[in-house]
């Protein structure tokens, strides 16, 4: 493994667990060369994945590789400052990467991704799932937060 300070190829394995949502292995590792420490995840990878994401109105496509570090940190921002543990949120993202490539496609539409992190979204918390939804339904206006916000609620309630 190279060392993300000096570049060095080699590196000392430390010590290694799995997470706590047993997904990955931590791997502490330290550089052969500056001696650094640095800490590496490892995961289960069935398949690669590419997500489709449209192009707006041209009805076009770009390809992009299924990031989950960066779906992670879009569901850390919708649900910053709420009660939710970051290891729920870890394990969503596990679930919905695991549902991904055992689907057998290597390309998957960004909005199948979004409607599976609403769908784990809804059941955990209503102003999260709100928040998400405002980036990826793309709300205007106020009355677009009004009109879902009271979606939400009456299903809360009914």
């Known amino acids: ?3 993300p300070f000096c570049g060095h190829d080699d590196s000392q394995v430390k010590d290694s667990r799995p997470t706590e949502d047993g997904a990955a292995i931590r791997r502490r590792r330290q550089c ?6 640095f ?27 299924f990031d989950r570090e960066k779906l992670l940190r879009s569901l850390l ?10 290891v729920r949120l870890e394990k969503l993202v596990s679930g919905i990467q695991r549902q991904l490539e055992t689907q057998g496609e ?11 992190v ?15 939804a405002s ?20 299903v809360a309630k009914g």
């Open 106 to 116: 290597t390309e998957v539409p960004s909005q199948r991704i979004g409607e599976m």
């Open 77 to 86: 921002i919708a649900a910053r400052k709420r009660p939710i543990e970051p």
């Open 118 to 132: 609403m769908e784990g979204l809804k059941g955990m918390d209503s102003v999260a799932y709100i928040r998400f």
């Open 39 to 65: 800490t590496t995840f490892e995961r289960i990878q069935l398949r690669e994945l590419v997500v489709l994401k449209s192009e707006g109105a041209s009805g076009t496509f770009r390809r992009e590789p």
């Open 1 to 3: 493994m190279r060392c």
């Open 135 to 154: 980036v990826y339904k793309d709300f205007r206006e106020a009355k677009d937060f009004e009109e879902f916000a009271g979606n939400v609620s009456a």
């Open 32 to 37: 052969e060369g500056c001696a650094a420490r």
